[in-house]
C-alpha cells in the first residue's frame, strides 16, 4: 500500500520560504500525479499544486507567485516551497498521490506555524 | 473559477439512521471529475467516492456517490458510529485544478 509522510519545519518566521518534502513509499512514483493540498486550522482544504512523475506542474493560481513544487524519484519524494509567508500560510500542509482526478492516497500532514 | 457549495452546513443524526449530503457547484461539473472525503479531527481526510459514483478501494457499501451537472449527493444508507466526521465534495478540471467545497459536519444527534 502506497504510503507518503511529510517532513520539515514546524516553524517558519514571516517572510522566509517553507520548505516541505513528501516520501513515499509503498510504489512506484512513476505514471502518477502529486500534490500538496493545505488546511488552516478549523478550515477548509486549499489544493496548492501538483508535479508529474517526469517534472510538470501545475499550480493554484492564488499561489502561483509563490510556491515552487520538484520531484525526485530516484529518492521517491517531491518537495515543496512557499516563499514570502506570512500569518496566511499557517495551516496543516499535506501530501497527496494524484490519480483519477481525486486525491487517493495522503500523508498524515504536518503543522507549519508561520511567526516570529 | 467553480464554486462548491455544500449543505447542510451540519447534519445531526443517530447511528443507524441515513445521511443525505449535498454538494452543489456554481457551473456544471464533469461527472468523472467530482469526489467526497471524509474527514475526522487530527486526521487527513480519505477518499471515499471518486467519479462522483466509484467507491474508492476498501469503501464499505453503505457510502454512495451520485449526480450529475450542478448537484451531486453523498448518500451513507446506515450511520455506523465511525461514520461520524466532515465530509468534503472536490471538483477537478476548472482552474484552480481542484477546488473543494466547505464540507458538512455529521454529527450525533
Known amino acids: 500500500q502506497v504510503q507518503l509522510q511529510e517532513s520539515g519545519p514546524g516553524l517558519v518566521k514571516p517572510s522566509e520560504t517553507l520548505s516541505l518534502t513528501c516520501t513515499v513509499s509503498g510504489d512506484s512514483m512513476n505514471t502518477y500525479y502529486w500534490s500538496w493540498i493545505r488546511q488552516p486550522p478549523g478550515k477548509g482544504l486549499e489544493w496548492i499544486g501538483y508535479?508529474?512523475?517526469?517534472?510538470?506542474?501545475k499550480y493554484n493560481p492564488s499561489l502561483k507567485s509563490r510556491v515552487t513544487i520538484s520531484v525526485d524519484t530516484s529518492k521517491n519524494h517531491f518537495s515543496l516551497k512557499l516563499s514570502s509567508v506570512t500569518a496566511a500560510d499557517t495551516a496543516v500542509y499535506y501530501c497527496a498521490r494524484t490519480q483519477l482526478a481525486s486525491l487517493d492516497y495522503w500523508g498524515q500532514g504536518t503543522l507549519v506555524t508561520v511567526s516570529s | 473559477e467553480i464554486v462548491l457549495t455544500q449543505s447542510p452546513g451540519t447534519l445531526s443524526l443517530s447511528p443507524g439512521e441515513r445521511a443525505t449530503l449535498s454538494c452543489r457547484a456554481s457551473q456544471s461539473v464533469t461527472s468523472s471529475y467530482l469526489a467526497w472525503y471524509q474527514q475526522k479531527p487530527g486526521q487527513a481526510p480519505r477518499l471515499l467516492i471518486y467519479g462522483a459514483s466509484s467507491r474508492a478501494t476498501g469503501i464499505p457499501d453503505r457510502f454512495s456517490g451520485s449526480g450529475s451537472g450542478t448537484d451531486f449527493t453523498l448518500t451513507i444508507s446506515r450511520l455506523e458510529p465511525e461514520d461520524f466526521a466532515v465530509y468534503y465534495c472536490?471538483?477537478?478540471?476548472?482552474?484552480?485544478?481542484?477546488?473543494f467545497g466547505p464540507g458538512t459536519k455529521v454529527d450525533i444527534k
Open positions: 472536490q471538483q477537478y478540471g476548472s482552474s484552480p485544478l481542484f477546488t
Open positions: 508535479i508529474y512523475y517526469s517534472g510538470g506542474t
